[in-house]
């Protein structure tokens, strides 16, 4: 009913605002504040830096500091080295990661990501073990008798998307050869 | 304000937020869409070493840049409502903050795919990358609930609008993230286009993407500002109404009045 309608010396009290008005009015506020919290948690969980990788130089340079506590290791598993394995009914995979120019090996348990494979650089969760990974048919090319076991990994790729056309490829060729031909012409050969 | 109750305005309401100019920046979008799905999945060709999954980067990355965009009007708009209370640029900055967290949204959404694709994981609380992208939708979140409190509009206008700048403030972290944090912090890979890093077809549909999606987000940003512009007429409007009735009101009891006393 407008203002208009009603007579001017009706003191009615007015019904107040329908209970489901005023839970329409309540939840930008529940939502306001409820995406403040969450800010502040993901700010304060940020800063202290609960993602924070060690290189594989970095790694074994900290070891005694660094001791069993659980860590991020970052590193590129180097060809040749990757091998799967079970460990009691669990998958496991052993490799050596390389960071420049330090080894570390790795055991991995439970599968690893779809894009594993040697030369791209995985993020690995885990703790060094004070033994050598003992993986049948892994060698390892780290013999100071310590490994890093690792119960998540994963992939941290380049931002080079390629494909078989290869055109920057195709392109540096052709002026290469491009200069030849220039250079042959202008000495008259 | 009264001319809503006009009937130019009942036309105008009977034809909606759309102009001509709109309807051919829709067509235009919707064909560049069906180009899109057709090059993304059967133009491009697939990744070296992500194979098909590199189609992901025709969606995520125009709608992260995107977002920039939004939430960068949404800056500006906030500026201009803070310095010259300007209705017009308000009404800006709350469109573009609407269409930003829809925008950022689906970043999170298609990054989170295809970071389980490549990097076989969704999420990581601790990448630095996508906390602080998480972080700027849920500030645009509450720039968008301060907006619908219950009161006067002005003061919500002006209490969004510094939320709108905070928002802005995260924007150069998030951007910049990958490349300070790049070895410590993230999975997420550096910029492939500020680094010339990708190429041929996948670069060209990339861009073509980039194109279409922004037509596609100026035809939303429109028509929100449009619906947004009616809203405020039709809330003034009210205002006009309930004032004009309480005038009639008062009125009516004073002529009673007079006519008792006589």
Redesign the interface.
Known sequence: M???S?P??DLTPRSPRPARARRR?I???I??VG??A??VV??V??VN?????Y?AKEAVARRPELGTDRFTL?GSPIEGTIVPGFEGDETVVAFTVSFDGVNVDVVHFGD?????KAG?PV?LDGAWVNAPAAVDGFTGRETDGWHFASDR?????????????R??ERIDKANQEGRVVATSIASGQ | MTKLMTDDTIIDRQRGTGSRTTFWLGVVGLVGAIALVFLGFFVAPPDDFQKDAVRMIFIHVPMAILTYVAFSLTAIGSVAWLWKRSIWWDTVAHGAAEVGVMFSGLTLFTGSIWGRITWGTYWDWGDVRLVTTLILFLIMVGYLAVRSFDGDEAVNATRAAVIGLIGAANMPVVNRSVTWWSSRRTLHQKSSLVNGKIEGLTLFTLMFALVVFSIIMLWMLIHRFRISWLERQVSEGDLSEALTARRAEARAGMDRETEENK
């Open positions: 407008t203002a208009a009603k001017a010396d009015k939840i930008p506020v939502i306001a995406a403040a969450a800010v993901l700010a969980n940020l830096g609960s993602l924070f990788f290189d970052l690893p990501p779809d894009l594993f791209v993020v990994m994963r992939i941290k790729h380049d931002n080079n998307y390629k494909n078989g056309d055109y920057s």
